[in-house]
């Protein structure tokens, strides 16, 4: 099947500072892509949706300035996390999907720990 | 809109005993449904979907799930678990339409299998 990456697969950061996570379509062109958070022992929780060259879609309660999305290309999206605090950390996790394919083909995940 | 509700949050079983991880959905309109699991740390991987014809849906690992429309269920089921299974099971389900047009899944707070020896 198709493959999603994601970078990095982990990072911890000072209170304050702005973190980036990458997710990229390694073999098909994503159209559209999702990003998802995780709490410990819960369900995926969509953040936002983003098609390639637009602006993403936030789901209701998500700060769209605090988690910027950009999809700029049709393999790559990134999310930023800005001015994180420690109640950001969570799994962090993108899915990919392509026009011609019936399915979302999900990341790794980035656990992102915030001090 | 739809949602999803998976009954079990936890379910303990013996290796090669059956199980079944339930799953029910709500939806007004025509649905496409999925599995997926998740072992720790690590994203979803899909085990199978329903998207139209036999009811019956066979996926990857030994597992297969039934669509039942009138009990709006899709319930997991494999007839011998093994060791390797323990992981995170997710149940989703989409819009047909909006499945289609690139739009978003629903997920199930998650049924935990644990497989013990």
């Known amino acids: 099947g198709a493959v999603v990456s994601q970078h990095p697969s982990w990072v911890i950061c000072k209170s304050g500072t702005s973190v980036k996570i990458e997710c990229r379509s390694l073999?098909?062109?994503?159209?559209?892509m999702f990003w998802y958070r995780q709490f410990p022992k819960q369900s995926l929780m969509l953040m936002a949706t983003?098609?390639?060259?637009?602006?993403?879609?936030?789901e209701q309660g998500v700060e769209k300035d605090k988690f910027l999305i950009n999809h700029a290309s049709l393999t790559l999206s990134t999310l930023t996390v800005t001015s994180a605090h420690p109640e950001d950390s969570s799994f962090y996790i993108c899915?990919?999907?392509?026009?011609?394919?019936?399915?979302?083909?999900f990341g790794p995940g980035t656990r992102l720990t915030v001090l | 809109a739809q949602s999803v509700t998976q009954l079990d949050s936890q379910v303990p079983v013996f290796e090669e005993a059956p199980v079944e991880l339930r799953c029910n959905y709500s939806?007004?309109?025509?649905?496409?449904l999925f599995w997926y699991v998740q072992y720790p740390n690590q994203g979803l991987q899909l085990l199978l979907k329903y998207l139209s014809g036999s009811t019956l849906v066979k996926g990857i690992n030994g597992f297969e799930a039934e669509f039942n429309k009138s009990q709006t269920s899709f319930h997991l089921r494999k007839p011998s678990v093994h060791i390797s299974d323990t992981a995170e099971y997710f149940c989703?389900?989409?819009?047909?339409?909006?499945?289609?047009?690139?739009?978003?899944?629903?997920f199930g707070q998650g049924t935990e299998l644990s497989v013990k020896p």
């Open positions: 983003s098609n390639e060259g637009s602006k993403a879609t936030y």
């Open positions: 073999d098909f062109q994503a159209t559209t």
């Open positions: 989703a389900v989409s819009d047909l339409q909006i499945y289609n047009q690139g739009g978003k899944l629903i």
């Open positions: 939806s007004s309109v025509s649905v496409y």
């Open positions: 899915s990919a999907r392509a026009r011609s394919y019936n399915e979302q083909f």
